[in-house]
């Protein structure tokens, strides 16, 4: 009897700790597999037109904490992120590596990334459509000194080029409705872009001539395009809105600025000659 109690007491001992252990495993690197949260700027700025969708994909460069990003060698290497709706999954199952972790991502993805310090991006000239105005948008988030977890980790992003809100209102002796088929364009900018993709930044190509982009309406008073950072120092023909058979070209002056927003307001007038054009001031952040 002593001899089945002690044995009793062992076994009780033993499912104890096999308990123990169940309910708190102990997360090993080599075998958890790296979850990620992306945040949109929008979710910093409460804007309720900016987010995330289904579909969306984003590309993602994982390296030592004390390593810089490379082109190739990084513990992961550009790899693709996509956005069902809910969570963001990735093409392969990637893990995570024992210590600290940098995370690098960048939207929208592409399978040729050729230079992580000088990756060559470009807007699109015609932005009237809403995915080709969201694929102009370049996005760039970071995580730095991230240890394994099986937890998803947050990677913030933030907008890289410039927004461009163009404005129009009726003059004093502008007639009737403001037009519902007005065609908005930007002139003189430099469509093409070199970004680091271990920083953010931007800088236009200065190989790169100008072009022209067509705005995205918003509404009959309100269009926006998404531009290269970039500075338009002497005047220059600026904004050009299509009424019609009738075109307003009108010259200016302005400093694009990354991650910034930018207002242009444009008057218009029954008489050509009175077309005012202003240069509003600028959000940060947007």
Known sequence: MRKLFL???????????????LSEPKFVADEGEIQLQMLHPGQLTRATDTAFEDGDSIGVYVTNAETALQLGGNEVNDELFTFNG??????????????THNIYAYYPYSRHV?????????????????QNYSLSDFLWGTATG????????????????S?????????????GALPSNAEVYLYSTVLKAAIDLSTGDVAKDNYAG???????????????????????TSR???????????????????????????????????????????????????
């Open 146 to 161: 991230i240890a394994a977890s099986n937890q998803p980790v947050s990677v913030q992003f933030s907008h890289r080029m």
């Open 236 to 286: 220059r023909p600026l904004v050009e809105v299509i009424v019609g058979n009738v075109s307003y070209l009108m010259e200016g002056k302005i400093n694009y600025r990354p991650g910034y927003r930018h207002t242009i307001t444009v008057t218009l007038d029954k008489n050509p000659e009175k077309i005012r054009i202003d240069i509003g001031g600028e959000i940060a952040g947007w």
């Open 114 to 130: 050729n230079d992580v310090k000088d990756y060559a991006f470009s807007v699109l000239a015609d932005q009237s459509a809403q």
């Open 7 to 21: 044995y009793a007491a062992a076994a009780a001992m033993f499912a104890s700790c096999s308990n123990n252990e």
């Open 210 to 232: 100008t072009g022209t982009i067509r705005c995205l309406k918003k509404a009959n008073d309100e269009y926006r395009a998404i531009v290269v950072p970039q500075s338009i």
């Open 163 to 175: 927004n461009v809100i163009v404005k129009l209102q009726k003059g004093e002796n502008f007639d």
């Open 86 to 99: 809910t969570s963001w999954t990735s093409k392969r199952k990637v893990y995570w590596n024992a210590g």
